[in-house]
């Protein structure tokens, strides 16, 4: 099994959503979080202050599969995230030992 966290601008996530579930894929976990890779952040005007915003608003989604859905699931993600401009995000993939379904007891690719 492996884990995958992909962070995107909020904006894109409910065509991800729709794409993952386009492929038969469920079971996400979202999270608003706040960071900055190559953009770091940018200058804004608020009542005539400039300030600058170094952590900018994403979203990460968190998702548990099976090795053999993992490249399709990246390639949905990758295909629907991207706008083609700085800051599209990135996606990890890691390893998961185990997993245990905590109703049932249920372990492994079954408790996904």
């Given at each position: 099994?492996?884990?995958?966290?992909?962070?995107?601008?909020?904006?894109?996530?409910?065509?991800?959503?729709?794409?993952?579930?386009?492929?038969?894929?469920?079971?996400?976990?979202?999270?608003?979080?706040?960071?900055?890779?190559?953009?770091?952040?940018?200058?804004?005007?608020?009542?005539?202050?400039?300030?600058?915003?170094?952590?900018?608003?994403?979203?990460?989604?968190?998702?548990?599969?099976?090795?053999?859905?993992?490249?399709?699931?990246?390639?949905?993600?990758?295909?629907?995230?991207?706008?083609?401009r700085?800051?599209?995000?990135?996606?990890?993939?890691l390893?998961?030992?185990?997993?245990?379904?905590?109703?049932?007891?249920?372990?492994?690719?079954n408790?996904?």
């Open positions: 099994m492996k884990k995958i966290e992909a962070i995107i601008k909020p904006f894109k996530l409910d065509e991800v959503r729709e794409a993952l579930g386009d492929i038969g894929l469920q079971g996400i976990t979202v999270t608003e979080v706040k960071g900055f890779g190559r953009q770091k952040g940018h200058t804004e005007l608020y009542r005539g202050a400039e300030y600058v915003v170094d952590f900018l608003p994403k979203v990460k989604i968190e998702m548990v599969l099976e090795e053999s859905c993992v490249e399709q699931a990246i390639a949905v993600i990758q295909q629907a995230a991207r706008t083609g700085i800051g599209d995000g990135k996606i990890f993939i390893p998961v030992d185990d997993a245990i379904r905590v109703r049932t007891g249920e372990r492994g690719p408790a996904v």
